[in-house]
């Protein structure tokens, strides 16, 4: 019995009547569909007329090659569908492009002097204390925020842009740091976001990846809110 994944050796072996070889059907592939038929029809073509093919082994290669078929429309449906979901997708993502987006990450631009930043995250349970720490480009601490006991969820606070001595700090990016922690002194997990203007999206990876006016980049799917312009 032919079976669509056997290979040109051995399609040759069980088929080489009339000086016809097989070989030059598969290519030296595993049988695809054509190549199925076309090795199907060989083998009624030269078979012995006086030890025809049993019928039930006709039957059965027929109702392989209609499997097979079967198998290579799915495939073919999966990968169109998959095709347009994507194409769907990109669309959603360019339609971001100058709308404000929070994004998981640890850094917030501060655009001027008397501006307030937003700093955005969120706890994983219930804090005694939360710290906030934000550091310049440098790497030096400009400002520590004592922010008290916090229930679990997402906290939002806004940075008023001075440092710990009530200096204006200069415009640029900052790291935030958060460190919460319980009563008896155990970490609380801490997913942080930063939020800012979405300047362009890209694709050269394989997914959207937006980028951020604060010179963060991220994947779509970190994102966390979208709001208008």
């Not at 203007?197 to 963060?216: E, H, K, P, R």
Request: glycine share 12%; charged share 15%.
């Amino acid at each position: 019995m032919i079976s669509p994944t056997q290979s040109q050796s051995q399609t040759a072996a069980t088929q080489s009547a009339g000086g016809s070889s097989v070989s030059s059907l598969t290519g030296g592939q595993a049988l695809g569909k054509d190549a199925f038929l076309k090795l199907l029809v060989e083998q009624v073509r030269h078979q012995d007329p006086l030890k025809p093919m049993d019928d039930t082994a006709m039957v059965a290669q027929l109702a392989q090659f209609s499997t097979l078929e079967q198998q290579v429309t799915g495939n073919q449906l999966l990968q169109l569908l998959a095709t347009q979901q994507r194409g769907l997708a990109n669309d959603a993502a360019i339609g971001l492009v100058g709308k404000t987006a929070s994004v998981r990450g640890n850094t917030v631009s501060l655009a001027g002097a008397g501006l307030g930043v937003p700093v955005r995250f969120s706890l994983g349970g219930p804090a005694q204390t939360v710290t906030v720490t934000l550091k310049d480009a440098a790497g030096r601490t400009v400002r520590t925020l004592e922010l008290g006991a916090h229930a679990q969820g997402a906290t939002s606070l806004s940075w008023d842009g001075k440092d710990d001595g009530g200096n204006d700090q200069p415009p640029g990016a900052y790291t935030v740091s958060v460190a919460a922690k319980t009563a008896d002194g155990a970490s609380v997990d801490v997913v942080q976001q930063t939020t800012g203007t979405v300047t362009s999206v890209s694709f050269d990876q394989g997914y959207a990846m937006i980028a951020l006016d604060n010179g963060v980049q991220a994947p779509a799917a970190d994102l966390v809110q979208v709001s208008g312009k």
